[in-house]
């Protein structure tokens, strides 16, 4: 592959992939060809993750700040232990990159499980948005590249809007009654 070449590549498609093939050669039943492969594929991290690893040693803080926002080194940098950002800041970072009205309510570190909300104001108003429905595909492609390490999203209830406040004073002021006009003398 040519450095020219305008290559997507998706954190989440290409885990896939790997398991797909990782699970095609254990279904041959051949126990010996599927650990050479698993070593294989842990190898090729270990040495992927060593050189990325240079790179960012390299690179420094400020010219490395620059390419956080790109999914695919955010993945890489996460997949490795070497994203410069807490688990807390990369979730607000894919959420935000998702541009869809989500927010977060806390990242359980021990289960892999963080619990979202549509963000008042979000969505058409149509309450097509059921209650308990799961993310959208592109809050989870983004936190599969940016967190890694969340397994597992849970929406929470969206919250009831505030009651809109009804200003209630006196009616109208009805106009005085005009003075009665004296009828005019004659003489």
Same mark, same amino acid.
């Given at each position: 592959m040519s450095a020219g070449q305008n290559v997507r590549a998706d954190a989440r498609q290409t885990g896939v992939r790997v398991e797909e093939v990782l699970d095609r050669l254990a279904a041959t039943g051949d126990r010996e060809v599927c650990a050479a492969a698993e070593e294989l594929v842990r190898v090729l991290m270990d040495f992927y993750g060593a050189g990325l690893a240079r790179i960012v040693a390299g690179l420094g803080e400020a010219p490395l700040s620059r390419l956080l926002d790109d999914e695919l080194v955010a993945s890489l940098l996460a997949l490795h232990d070497l994203h410069p950002e807490d688990v807390d800041a990369r979730i607000a970072?894919?959420?935000?990159?998702?541009?869809?009205?989500?927010?977060?309510?806390?990242?359980?570190?021990?289960?892999?499980?963080?619990?979202?909300?549509?963000?008042?104001?979000?969505?058409?108003?149509?309450?097509? =948005? &059921? *209650?308990? !429905?799961?993310?959208?595909?592109?809050?989870?492609?983004?936190?599969?590249?940016? /967190? #890694?390490?969340?397994?597992?999203?849970?929406?929470?209830? =969206? &919250? *009831?809007? !505030?009651?809109?406040?009804?200003?209630?004073?006196?009616?109208?002021?009805?106009? /005085? #009654?005009?003075?009665?006009?004296?009828?005019?003398?004659?003489l």
């Open positions: 970072r894919a959420l935000a990159s998702a541009r869809e009205p989500v927010e977060a309510l806390g990242f359980d570190e021990a289960t892999g499980t963080l619990r979202l909300r549509s963000a008042p104001g979000g969505g058409c108003g149509c309450g097509s =948005a &059921e *209650a308990g !429905a799961g993310p959208s595909r592109a809050v989870e492609d983004a936190l599969a590249c940016f /967190a #890694p390490e969340v397994m597992t999203v849970e929406m929470a209830p =969206a &919250e *009831a809007p !505030a009651p809109v406040l009804l200003q209630i004073g006196t009616g109208p002021q009805t106009p /005085a #009654p005009a003075p009665a006009q004296t009828p005019a003398r004659t």
